[in-house]
């Protein structure tokens, strides 16, 4: 038995060899992940000195905290290096795979550690918004008596995603997309760590970090000779002026860096990806071929549960409501492209119809509601003619919030006191009873006279009041010459508006 034992045991050596085909299995893009928070790229507000964060991580006093950003910005490398920074047990899982029952024995062992060693336990939990409600309730007493410290990185919004228990016990700190020029920054680093990638390691300690035992790639014979000498010197920092950005690589060149840089959309892990397929693609391809593959390579951004959809329905609303067909028309687009269900844009429509035409032109309801109509009959890709229309006509129509506004004026008169009786003229009388009780006593009915009657139809607690204002009421408008200037000269070519005779109103009023 012990001899069976000494036969199936791996040597250290074997181990090391393991561990660096396990590496080397990894994607550039985690490869190449900084080792040092001075190699981090992008988010100066969180990593550079005097911000918020640094400031906690040095006084020892971080707790809890929170990334949220979009993907490929940041998160999981920051919080790696966060760790790093201090003297703590670091443990990472990802709430995509794991559940309560992962997550409790780290619990346990972080108490115990602390009790035992005095060090705290750091548990990075990406994808946290994953965990529901009573998972997430799993963590208070253990944030609240400090046992444990968390990590959490989400790509969507906390507020929406997280508890407000926990929320309460973490910070939220946002990270923001990458630049174009952090991209770049990334890229060039990962071409000056290229010869390191291409290069045959040796074997390694399995409790190195990760970057420093970098994988063998499979690559043509003609890049080879990477392995000898750099791709990228440190002393061509600075910027990819050249027409070949590699001379290993003559088909990498400032453009198809451009493309790359523009596909990824400030995600970094795309841009090393994109890298990648660069890389591998023969040396004979052609600039205009390369950038048609990595165009292929890359999906639109756009989730239909995330933030960048309702982002979006905003902007498309919003580009209406102000009356620029331009900007409207390409935010449809842009959701339409990207797999946005038409119905959903046609709802909204319908809603802005009322809300922002409304009485100036009583037939953009009905146009709203025929397009939903088509969109519900006809289906993409033909669809996005009617929703064309739609849009395009809702933006050039007048605008008037007169009744949308009328409502919101009711309603809050209505909330606050919903228990004002109804007054007794104007009650339903349908029986001899309610008659007798003075139901519907006095009150006229209008079609039966041949002039205007009144009826007292609000209880006498709001009588008088007005919730609809008259066309051209200006009483509660905001007159801010600045912004009318700035319309003036983005939107009607410098020229005056038409309707500056009513600033004299305003200041004789």
Not at 80 to 97: G, M, N, P, W, Y
Not at 348 to 369: K, T, W
Not at 384 to 392: D, P, Q, T
Not at 412 to 436: I, W
């Amino acid at each position: 038995m012990d001899s069976f034992q000494l036969i199936n045991t791996p040597s250290p050596s074997k181990r090391q060899k393991i561990s660096t085909n396990v590496a080397q299995a990894a994607p550039l893009a985690e490869r190449l992940r900084p080792s040092l928070l001075a190699e981090f790229v992008g988010q100066p507000h969180l990593t550079q000195p005097g911000s918020a964060l640094m400031n906690s991580i040095t006084s020892g006093l971080m707790g809890s905290v929170i990334f949220w950003g979009p993907p490929g910005c940041g998160k999981t490398t920051l919080a790696r290096l966060v760790a790093k920074q201090t003297d703590s047990i670091f443990k990472e899982l990802s709430a995509t795979i794991v559940g309560i029952n992962e997550v409790r024995p780290i619990f346990e062992a972080a108490k115990n550690a602390l009790q035992l060693t005095g060090r705290k336990t750091i548990l990075f939990l990406d994808e946290v918004h994953r965990f529901n409600k009573s998972q997430q309730d799993i963590f208070l007493p253990y944030l609240e008596q400090g046992h444990i410290q968390l990590i959490g990185a989400t790509t969507e919004n906390p507020s929406f995603k997280l508890t407000g228990a926990l929320l309460s016990r973490c910070r939220v700190f946002g990270l923001e997309r990458l630049s174009d020029a952090d991209i770049e920054e990334i890229v060039r680093r990962a071409i000056n760590r290229l010869p390191l990638s291409l290069t045959v390691v040796e074997a390694e300690s399995p409790s190195q970090d990760i970057i420093s035992s970098s994988p063998q790639r499979s690559t043509p014979a003609s890049s080879q000779t990477l392995s000898s000498s750099p791709a990228y010197s440190n002393s061509d920092e600075g910027s990819f002026s050249s027409s070949t950005l590699l001379p290993a690589y003559p088909h990498f060149t400032p453009r198809v860096l451009t493309s790359l840089t523009s596909l990824s959309t400030g995600d970094a892990r795309t841009a090393l990806s994109l890298l990648d397929v660069v890389l591998s693609a023969p040396q004979t391809t052609s600039e205009d071929k390369l950038i048609d593959n990595l165009r292929r390579s890359v999906s639109a951004s756009f989730d239909r549960s995330g933030d960048s959809r309702y982002d979006m329905i905003s902007a498309l609303h919003k580009s209406v409501r102000g009356s620029d067909v331009d900007a409207a028309m390409y935010w449809l687009a842009r959701m339409l492209s990207a797999g946005e269900d038409p119905l959903y844009v046609a709802r909204r429509m319908v809603v802005c119809a009322s809300e922002d035409i409304g009485l100036a032109d009583n037939h953009a309801l009905p146009l709203a509601m025929s397009t939903l109509q088509a969109c519900q009959l006809i289906g993409m890709p033909e669809c996005r003619i009617n929703l064309a229309h739609l849009v395009a006509y809702l933006s050039e129509a007048p605008k008037s919030t007169r009744s949308y506004e009328a409502y919101n004026r009711a309603e809050k008169a209505a909330k606050r006191d919903l228990t004002l009786p109804v007054p007794l003229a104007v009650r339903n009388a349908p029986t001899s009873l309610m008659k007798d009780l003075g139901y519907a006593v006095g009150y006229k009915y209008n079609p039966s006279f041949a002039h205007p009657v009144h009826n007292t139809f609000l209880p006498p607690e709001i009588q008088g009041q007005q919730f609809m204002r008259q066309p051209g009421d200006i009483e509660d408008k905001i007159w801010d010459e600045a912004a009318l200037k700035d319309w003036e000269r983005e939107r009607n070519n410098g020229k005056e508006w038409e309707g500056r005779s009513l600033s004299n109103m305003l200041q004789l009023g």
